[in-house]
């Protein structure tokens, strides 16, 4: 039977781990997939976490099944970061933990086929190149709105309320809570304040995407806009990764939080998603979830983690900044400034796809086509020959 399948195409983003590894120049640099890096390259279990894991090891007295949510309380300690503390008491959320933000995701786009089968979901264009795959193969329909100028490096925000003011009630939106991943460009709270009025104007349903938190400037910063519709509307759904802030990327730590509109519709969502849950995998991994949940109710775990988070988010940014200086001097006819003010990891260096082959063939520089870069992968040390090999693909 498997023969009537056709080949597919590999992720465009996971493709770049491996052409990057294969490569033998020494001088190769990986600006791909979005993981973090230190000074030296290396992407570092962050130290909390590894004295979370030996407490783990020492602590955990059995593996057994603990259900489809997951643990009750990294559920919890999820909820109060994103929507505050006491979030965990209001009975109208209900969380489940998944495996990463890709799980919360299916999951949540299962639950809206399941509620409405003819659901909209509104993306931004551009958006994460697995959105589109992983919300639509569910079954949701999916149509964009405009979010960025390639041009002038902005946000085209009216256009962006002028596409949304022709969703129609019920629809959902999805946004990306902070880091906006391709572009690192984000609404301002300004325009978040703005995008509130238009939602329940319409009576949209906000559908947030958050797998940066603390990497823009700050956990509770990067919360406005989950806290803002929170509020403000009667239901939404959010997403959440602890893949970044916890550099927990392969243990798949994440969670699906859905804000119904009463405690019986909470409910009944709930039973529902743990339904899905079952049917799809189960029950999520428990270790990193475990883990997440011991440093966040640990005080000092918890402060030495923000420093964590904190140095993370100063190197991006530093790094970001190095940047935009080598490029003035390598490509001073170029504008490159925009890249200082994008958060998170990603941002669009405004280069063509061709451009991007060749800095790939010629200089064993790995992007993804669409020209982002993830600024993690820069470094003091590479950073000139970045700049010099970016110039030559732009003359
Ligand atoms: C990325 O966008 O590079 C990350 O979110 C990793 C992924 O799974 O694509």
């Given at each position: 039977m498997f023969e009537t399948?056709?080949?597919?195409?590999?992720d465009a983003i996971l493709k770049l781990i491996a052409e990057h590894q294969n490569d033998a120049r020494a001088e190769k640099v990986d600006l791909g997939v979005g993981v973090y890096r230190d000074a030296d390259g290396k992407t570092p279990i962050l130290k909390t976490v590894k004295k979370a894991e030996h407490w783990l090891v020492g602590s955990q007295a059995s593996k057994a099944y603990l259900g489809s949510r997951g643990d009750i309380v990294f559920c919890d300690a999820i909820e109060k970061l994103l929507f505050a503390e006491g979030a965990e008491d209001n009975s109208r959320i209900s969380t489940v933990q998944t495996p990463g933000g890709s799980?919360?995701?299916?999951?949540?786009?299962e639950l809206v086929v399941r509620a409405?089968?003819?659901?909209?979901?509104w993306v931004s264009d551009p958006t994460w190149n697995n959105h589109v795959p992983l919300l639509g193969e569910a079954g949701v329909k999916l149509r964009a709105y405009p979010y960025y100028d390639t041009d002038s490096n902005r946000i085209l925000f009216d256009a962006m309320l002028e596409a949304l003011a022709a969703a129609k009630e019920g629809e959902l939106i999805l946004l990306h809570g902070c880091c906006h991943n391709p572009t690192g460009m984000d609404l301002s709270v300004a325009q978040w304040d703005?995008?509130?009025?238009?939602?329940?104007?319409?009576g949209l349903i906000p559908f947030i995407d958050i797998?940066?938190?603390?990497?823009?400037?700050?956990l509770d910063e990067d919360a406005y806009g989950v806290r803002l519709m929170y509020d403000r509307v009667p239901e939404m759904v959010v997403t959440q990764s602890c893949s970044k802030n916890f550099g927990l990327y392969r243990d798949r730590v994440g969670a699906l939080s859905f804000v119904a509109r009463d405690e019986a519709t909470a409910k009944t969502v709930d039973?529902?998603?743990l339904y899905v849950v079952r049917t799809m995998y189960s029950l999520p991994p428990d270790h990193g979830g475990a883990v997440v949940a011991h440093i966040l109710n640990d005080a000092d775990l918890r402060e030495e983690w923000l420093a964590e988070l904190a140095e993370m988010r100063g190197r991006m940014n530093g790094m970001r900044k190095l940047l935009v200086e080598a490029l003035q001097k390598t490509a001073p006819e170029h504008d490159f400034s925009h890249v200082e003010h994008t958060s998170g990891m990603f941002c669009y260096l405004g280069v063509t796809p061709e451009q991007v082959a060749r800095l790939k063939q010629d200089r064993g520089i790995y992007l993804v086509d669409s020209g982002r870069i993830n600024v993690c992968g820069i470094t003091e040390g590479n950073v000139e020959y970045l700049a010099e090999s970016i110039a030559s693909v732009l003359y």
């Amino acid at each position: 039977m498997f023969e009537t399948l056709e080949p597919k195409s590999p992720d465009a983003i996971l493709k770049l781990i491996a052409e990057h590894q294969n490569d033998a120049r020494a001088e190769k640099v990986d600006l791909g997939v979005g993981v973090y890096r230190d000074a030296d390259g290396k992407t570092p279990i962050l130290k909390t976490v590894k004295k979370a894991e030996h407490w783990l090891v020492g602590s955990q007295a059995s593996k057994a099944y603990l259900g489809s949510r997951g643990d009750i309380v990294f559920c919890d300690a999820i909820e109060k970061l994103l929507f505050a503390e006491g979030a965990e008491d209001n009975s109208r959320i209900s969380t489940v933990q998944t495996p990463g933000g890709s799980g919360a995701l299916r999951v949540a786009a299962e639950l809206v086929v399941r509620a409405n089968p003819d659901a909209v979901m509104w993306v931004s264009d551009p958006t994460w190149n697995n959105h589109v795959p992983l919300l639509g193969e569910a079954g949701v329909k999916l149509r964009a709105y405009p979010y960025y100028d390639t041009d002038s490096n902005r946000i085209l925000f009216d256009a962006m309320l002028e596409a949304l003011a022709a969703a129609k009630e019920g629809e959902l939106i999805l946004l990306h809570g902070c880091c906006h991943n391709p572009t690192g460009m984000d609404l301002s709270v300004a325009q978040w304040d703005q995008l509130a009025d238009l939602v329940t104007e319409r009576g949209l349903i906000p559908f947030i995407d958050i797998a940066y938190q603390g990497f823009a400037e700050g956990l509770d910063e990067d919360a406005y806009g989950v806290r803002l519709m929170y509020d403000r509307v009667p239901e939404m759904v959010v997403t959440q990764s602890c893949s970044k802030n916890f550099g927990l990327y392969r243990d798949r730590v994440g969670a699906l939080s859905f804000v119904a509109r009463d405690e019986a519709t909470a409910k009944t969502v709930d039973s529902q998603a743990l339904y899905v849950v079952r049917t799809m995998y189960s029950l999520p991994p428990d270790h990193g979830g475990a883990v997440v949940a011991h440093i966040l109710n640990d005080a000092d775990l918890r402060e030495e983690w923000l420093a964590e988070l904190a140095e993370m988010r100063g190197r991006m940014n530093g790094m970001r900044k190095l940047l935009v200086e080598a490029l003035q001097k390598t490509a001073p006819e170029h504008d490159f400034s925009h890249v200082e003010h994008t958060s998170g990891m990603f941002c669009y260096l405004g280069v063509t796809p061709e451009q991007v082959a060749r800095l790939k063939q010629d200089r064993g520089i790995y992007l993804v086509d669409s020209g982002r870069i993830n600024v993690c992968g820069i470094t003091e040390g590479n950073v000139e020959y970045l700049a010099e090999s970016i110039a030559s693909v732009l003359y």
